[in-house]
DNA sequence: CGACCTTATCTCAGCGCTAACATCTCTTTC
DNA sequence: GAAAGAGATGTTAGCGCTGAGATAAGGTCG
């Protein structure tokens, strides 16, 4: 323990108690630097005894390894750039845990960026998330801006697109069929008896999967030779408070609906307020279906009839597909996460 | 640009698109490659020609900075570690825009990480956060461990406490005072004319925040005479489910209660489903304030009477001051963003 | 027993930036 | 008009790590 190198004086001169680099831990261990980076990152054959020495080295020393220096050097970071949409709608939270899930164990760790529903926004998220040579960047569904796809596909990443499947994915996809749980949710109506069904939405423009669904719903009803009865979309973001009041308006618009199929569930618990402030009973006078299959739902006098999204699954699956191999495979991958009918009290 | 240096020669074989760096900016604009990264970081004075220069063959290369290696040769990054106890509770998403929101038009990025309410799990991601040496970390309370607390003290990052302002902040805390808060619920409750006030929580040991706010609650009482006539909690984590339950435990076990105090909106909406279900008029049967004036407790058919926690304003609060400064300046502070009665309809 | 693996380690040259200092104009000031 | 300063830029030496290749020591085999 003499060493009178300039790193060990320095190290142990109390004056300056320096962040040990991999230097420090190679000479305390009495190996290169090299070896000690092969440890910590399990690459190439260590005797065990070198890995002992090594471990304890860095356990005494403190040793946290420089990430910048690390992603420099390789040019590749531990990062994980995660791109969502919004964080006040919980479904996008929930993608996050589920990617936070995923990430568990892992040295990786998640860079977020949100982009208001917003391409453009989503495009300079992307260019500054790849400034960091990401391991991967997940963003969510297929629309980009022309640069943005370009940056995409230019960029030697990983690239996952949550939530959708029903169109091409640059790398992996992971999500369900929107369309289809649209039309889930009209045969779900028809089968229940509904025939004067109508839909109560939120902005289209920048939630195309609620658009999606919208399509789907219409179809679904097209197959059983139903129209859909009336429509009523709030331009706002979907909320709660959205919800009540485009249903209050649909009724107050129109007459003789038995069924409201809403854009999501926020919107649907909001219906259901409505319902209750105005008595209107569900699903006797008024049957209410959402999608999402959020806690809140099912926690209403009358557990709300929806459908069950794996928002969870989404994140945690596209993780774990995205950290089995670090470049991009030849061909692209569709994951569907499903959906399914949760049939509770409402429809 | 006949230039026959390397790197213009690399640039140009049509085979092999590299990614441009400074040095080709620099050789593209005709100055150095320092002069280049003045402008980037807008540092010292720079020539108005010169920075047209650089700006237009930066476009003209669409270069895009490295930041690992502007981290490594800086020592510290435009990273913004972020720690939070949870997802599931829309609160910590809302925390989590705020911050966003402080972020934007800056080159810092959120990195973040989940304790689920667990100090070791923190401690861990301290140490793995600071591994990026980021500008700053973003944490929850004053509790830590001590290896934890020793990391963020000896770190020159600085670092905000966010929620509380119960205690003495390393460096930057950020909230409201939740004993107050408890307090303030207690008067509204003995203002109004209620006696028999009874509580329904969730688990303390992760959240010591509700913990804060119950003996709050009690010494509000104790002031105005008053007992708190029964209690109930769930083990669980919040949420509106658990809410129900554990309001209905309450009123199983105990009789006369004529107001309930929740631990927060979660469990005082899934309180007054339960009351909606089992047919108690709020507030003539039973009155509930809940904690923290969620969206969802003011789209109920009556809105919840709650206290009004900023939580947006907290993470932008927050970003904006640990911005301001990137040194930690000599004596820590306290910013408290304090609360409101939202006076609703249930008490 | 020399050729040839395999295992375990080391050497060394960067990765792409930034900090510190050096340099070279011009002004300003007395 | 020499000294001193301000403005604008260049030069140089790393930051702490990793990748590629070199090296060394032992085992296998015809």
New interface residues.
């Given amino acids: 323990m003499t060493d009178s190198s300039l790193l060990a004086e320095e190290r142990s001169s109390l004056s300056m ?1 320096e962040t040990p680099t991999l230097a420090h831990v190679a000479r305390l261990a009495g190996v290169s630097e090299n070896t000690v980076s092969r440890v910590i990152r399990d690459k190439g054959p260590i005797a065990t005894e070198t890995r002992r020495r090594v471990n304890d080295a860095i356990a005494q020393l403190g040793y ?6 690390g ?2 050097a390789s ?1 590749s ?1 531990l ?1 994980i750039g995660v791109i969502l949409p919004s ?2 709608n ?1 479904v ?3 993608v ?2 589920g990617i ?1 899930a995923g990430l568990a164990g892992t ?1 990786y ?6 982009t208001d529903y917003d391409l453009e926004s989503e495009q300079h998220l992307i ?7 990401p391991a991967a960047i997940i963003t969510t569904g297929f629309a980009h801006t022309d640069t943005a796809r370009r940056m995409l596909e ?1 960029s030697r990443v990983r690239i996952a697109e949550l939530m959708d499947i029903d169109d091409r994915p640059i790398d992996l996809a992971v999500g369900l069929s929107h369309r289809q749980a649209g039309r889930a949710m009209a045969r779900h109506l028809v089968n229940r008896g509904y025939s004067k069904i109508a839909y109560a939405g939120h902005d289209w423009a920048s939630d195309r999967r609620a658009y999606a669904r919208y399509q789907g719903l219409r179809e679904g009803l097209g197959e059983a030779g139903l129209p859909l009865v009336a429509e009523c979309r709030t331009e706002q973001a979907s ?3 959205e ?2 009041e485009t249903l209050a308006r649909l009724l107050a618009e129109n007459t003789g609906i038995d069924a409201v199929a809403f854009s999501n569930d926020d919107m649907a ?2 219906g259901f ?1 409505h319902c ?2 105005a008595n209107i009973s569900v699903p006797e006078d008024l049957a209410l279906i959402g999608f999402n299959g959020l ?2 739902g ?4 009358k557990p709300l009839t929806t459908v069950l999204s794996n928002r969870f699954a989404i994140g945690k699956t596209a993780v774990e597909i995205l950290l089995e191999d670090t470049k991009r495979p030849p061909d692209a991958r569709i994951i569907d996460t499903g959906f399914s009918i949760i049939e509770g009290a409402t429809a």
């Fill in positions: 108690p946290v390894p420089n990430r910048a220096a992603s420099l040019s970071s990062i964080l006040s919980i996008f939270p929930e996050l845990q936070n040295p760790r998640p860079m977020i960026g949100v260019s500054s998330l790849l400034a960091w040579q230019g909320s709660t408070l919800g009540r618990v909001g307020m209750l402030a806690e809140i099912q926690v209403l006098p």
